[in-house]
């Protein structure tokens, strides 16, 4: 744990006297909280066996919740308790007993008394427990969605009441194997809702009745958008519902640029910044070389930068980490009170993967990244979240492998390709196994402002847009060049995040001395200007340049104005003033 000092009390108070002095700087302390993992050894030395047993400490937590540890671990249906490996050996407790919310919430209490102002809960899991608290649960589930016809006719339960369930598969995180029964799929759902109640119960009812103001957020894992995240199968309705800030893992790098990777976590971080609604987020990527492109691509997508790994021990990483940190400072009305002012919508197939069509992820994830190697300004819209007015904004949508679509979603499809906007539809839209919910996608295919784009040919997909797109932004740059766009009321942002790097020169990968970007250069843009709008003044920003600002020349053709981007070391942003 690399504390400073052994034993539950001492760390305790030491952990007091650094809260002290953090908020004496005017900064706030947010805590790792344990929802599930806890550590077991052979032997039970040190494990969580032995201080649930033998190390208890009645003072801060009270009695314990229960003399049998057994009630408060996952087991499976013989009893057996559950046994994971990361690292080490774990036991998972089981969210379900009331023994296990118990405990979690003395822990939190003692863990707030601290003086902590924030807790992110880690390991968010759930193992396909089925002990008899998860059998009960899972029951009241299921009796509130189904009538007992439908169970029988589904499921084959007969009687609910005296059915043990084998197995319960909900697996956080995880995603049904292709023998999965629809009891699965069931369990999967019910898990995840079953998680988010419980972490509601005790980090937003209990630990914000200790501490109105508590800052709540969770640490998931996404991977490279990766179908099996935490909170996949989780209803929209309730994805981080009262949670303030969000940790994804995911993105890594670092590059490989021969083979077209530039370890970027772009679309994860389009993903996260439309699940969260606007919210903070921060993508980890376990790296600690390529810092300035870390922040410079958590900034540019809507987020926070890099939280961890930010090497500030190491001189070159102190000296990028203040330099573009005082650059956010500077410039936070480039940030702040901005909206994306994309031209396309790529839509986030979320129903289709919840009914079980894997290769919908597989579609999105391709056309996203290909959509941002050719400098397409687009955003990632959750289907679950496609409704008239933000749909209506966009020039193209596109539609990646997207099965099901409800019937009111698709009229507002429909008002979309009458007024002008141009679908692609990738994939064969409505021809899975729930055809009753996609007649109307399906009737789509007759109208001329639909392009039916088979398989996965994203070149097809760009080739479309502009041809058939008539004034999208055009951006000259090479590949590793990604760029995004936001609108204030005077303003457009250009953002400019660099991924070319020396990789011989810093293939030790030793640190941040070792991120030898490469400046991108030649870089051009042809943009549209809105109606009844001149451009000012455009100029250039840029943290690798101490800030300093460049301005830029123009030329204008009717509605659009072309110009020439200053060379980009790594970040860099083009202010329009309109
Ligand atoms: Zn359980």
Not at 127 to 148: E, H
Not at 175 to 204: C, R
Not at 413 to 433: A, N, Q, R, T, Y
Request: glycine share 8%; with cysteine.
């Amino acid at each position: 744990m690399q504390l400073p000092v052994s034993g539950q009390r001492q760390a305790l108070l030491a952990q007091r006297k650094v809260n002290r002095l953090i908020h004496r700087e005017s900064l706030k302390v947010v805590g790792h909280f344990q929802m599930v993992n806890v550590i077991v050894t052979e032997g039970h030395k040190g494990d969580f066996y032995d201080f649930y047993e033998h190390a208890w400490p009645d003072d801060l937590l009270g009695p314990r919740p229960t003399p049998d540890i057994r009630q408060l671990l996952q087991r499976d249906r013989s009893g057996n308790v559950i046994i994971r490996r990361h690292y080490v050996d774990y036991a998972g407790l089981c969210l379900s007993s009331p023994y296990t919310r118990q405990m979690l919430k003395k822990m939190l209490k003692v863990a707030i008394d601290a003086g902590l102002d924030g807790i992110i809960t880690n390991y968010n899991y759930r193992w396909s427990c089925a002990c008899p608290y998860c059998q009960a649960a899972f029951k009241k589930y299921l009796a509130r969605k189904y009538t007992a016809e439908q169970l029988s006719e589904k499921f084959g339960i007969s009687n609910l009441e005296t059915y043990v369930f084998d197995r319960i598969a909900g697996e956080i995180p995880g995603y049904p194997d292709e023998n999965a029964t629809p009891l699965d799929w069931e369990a999967m759902q019910w898990s995840a809702i079953a998680f988010k109640e419980a972490f509601d119960e005790i980090l937003i009812g209990y630990g914000r009745k200790l501490k109105p103001d508590l800052i709540i957020a969770t640490w998931n894992h996404l991977g490279e958008m990766s179908i099996a995240e935490e909170r996949m199968f989780l209803p929209i309705d309730m994805w981080g519902r009262g949670e303030n800030y969000f940790w994804y893992s995911g993105g890594y790098g670092p590059t490989d640029l021969k083979k077209h990777r530039a370890g970027d976590g772009w679309l994860n971080c389009l993903y996260i910044r439309e699940m969260t609604g606007g919210k903070p987020f921060v993508l980890g990527k376990y790296e600690g070389v390529r810092l300035r492109n870390s922040i410079a691509e958590g900034v540019a997508t809507g987020g926070c930068g890099m939280g961890l790994y930010m090497n500030i021990h190491d001189p070159v990483g102190f000296q990028v980490c203040s330099s573009y940190l005082n650059f956010l400072r500077t410039h936070r009305y480039v940030y702040r009170n901005v909206s994306s002012c994309s031209e396309v919508g790529l839509v986030f197939p979320r129903r289709s993967i919840l009914a079980g069509r894997r290769l919908s992820m597989d579609v999105f994830r391709k056309t996203g990244r290909s959509l941002i190697d050719r400098h397409v300004l687009f955003d990632v819209i959750a289907d679950e979240r496609m409704d008239r007015q933000r749909i209506l904004q966009y020039r193209a949508l596109i539609l990646p492998d997207i099965e099901c679509l409800s019937d009111f979603q698709c009229r507002f499809l429909d008002e979309f390709i009458e007024k002008g906007g141009l679908l692609i539809v990738i994939g064969k839209p409505g021809m899975g196994e729930t055809p009753a919910r996609n007649d109307a996608l399906r009737q789509f295919k007759q109208a001329a402002r639909i392009v039916h784009v088979p398989d996965e040919d994203t070149d097809t997909v760009i080739g479309t847009l502009s041809r058939f797109v008539p004034g999208l932004t055009i951006f000259h740059a090479p590949w590793t060049v990604r760029v995004a766009a936001y609108s204030a009321r005077n303003r457009i942002f250009i953002h400019f995040v660099n991924y070319d790097r020396d990789e011989d020169m810093g293939k030790n990968l030793r640190g941040p001395a070792d991120e030898c970007p490469v400046k991108a250069e030649n870089l051009r843009v042809d943009i549209r200007i809105p109606e009844g709008r001149v451009v000012r003044d455009i100029r250039c920003i840029s943290p690798d340049d101490e800030g300093q600002e460049v301005h830029v020349r123009w030329s204008t053709a009717g509605s659009r104005i072309q110009f020439d981007v200053p060379p980009v070391f790594v970040y860099s942003i083009i202010e329009i003033k309109l």
